[in-house]
């Protein structure tokens, strides 16, 4: 079992940054997947970015790569979003995610086991 509670959301600015935070519960964090999703009003949730627990390599969604960077910090059972150059469409709930076993498939929402409650970004034009 693993409990997520996410931070770091608000207001800012077209072009600004935001840092979100995802703080994680459970003995083996360290060895789960790691992702953050994000859902808009009236679309579907998308996965923005994943990373591994073993090599640490990395997968970002095309519309937020050189603006989002994932990270973590297995010691502290935490994980980053770095939010650069928001825009107006970056605007969403975002929720931190995790699973322990991925098949290699395109990642999407429904290969996620556990959720957090989610933290609101607003992007200002």
């Known amino acids: 079992q693993v409990q997520l509670v996410e931070s770091g959301g608000g207001l800012v600015q077209a072009g600004g940054s935001l840092r979100l935070s995802c703080a994680a519960s459970?003995?083996?964090?360290?060895?789960?997947?790691m992702g953050w999703s994000r859902q808009a009003p009236g679309k579907e949730r998308e996965v923005v970015a994943v990373?591994?627990?073993?090599?640490?390599?990395?997968y970002y969604a095309d519309s937020v790569k050189g603006r989002f960077t994932i990270s973590r910090d297995n010691a502290k059972n935490m994980v980053y979003l770095q939010m650069n150059n928001l825009k107006p469409e970056d605007t969403a709930a975002y929720y931190c995610?995790?699973?322990?076993?991925?098949?290699?498939?395109?990642?999407?929402?429904?290969?996620?086991?556990?959720w957090g409650q989610g933290t609101q970004v607003t992007v200002s034009s």
């Open positions: 459970g003995r083996t964090f360290s060895k789960y997947f």
């Open positions: 990373i591994s627990w073993s090599d640490y390599s990395t």
């Open positions: 995610a995790a699973v322990d076993v991925w098949s290699g498939s395109r990642w999407s929402p429904d290969l996620f086991a556990y």
